[in-house]
């Protein structure tokens, strides 16, 4: 049978306490032996559980209950719980960070990449736009000057943002009609009603 979740248990390094052997009565030869339980799961250890302690004598080899041999606080500060039992949330609080990284990187270099290719604009550069809720189109860079940019705008709107390169390939723009913004708003993209998606080049 194969369990996918639930305990197992780690044993520690036994530790010397002091006490008397209440089987062959030696003194100082009891040694703690400390048991860790975790929970895993796929054998990945989730989160510590229960700690408990076995006290054995080094002479007589006795085992013996915490009733008989009680375990003393010292000896539970001795024992620390195994970092690793508690390596799941670490590799999963490791793989969210990586995530939250990589996508912060992205969109920080999306938004440079887009104000660079705002400043120094190309005739033909293709803005993806978004009017509203399920509202994108395109935008062609039809001219410049030094402070603004002058558009051709595709009449066409469509629901779905991953059809606008399909939408680009058709080429349908309006040519009679000439749409300026500022390079300064186009770069904050504060345009009203309209948002800047991405530029293609
Ligand atoms: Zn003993």
Redesign the pocket.
Known sequence: MIFIFGTRTTTGNPIQTGQT?P????EH?IMMVPEQRYFHLFWIPLFPTSKQFTPV?N????MFTTQKVPVTDEVRKQYKTPKWTLLGPIVLGLLILAVIISVSVTSVSENSDLKAKVENPQEGDIYHVKYDVHQYSLMRVASFSPDSVYFHLSPGRIERKSDLDKMAEMDAFNTLELKGFSKDELKKNSIPEIEILRIRR
């Open positions: 052997c089987a062959c009565g030696e030869s004598c002479l007589c080899g006795a």
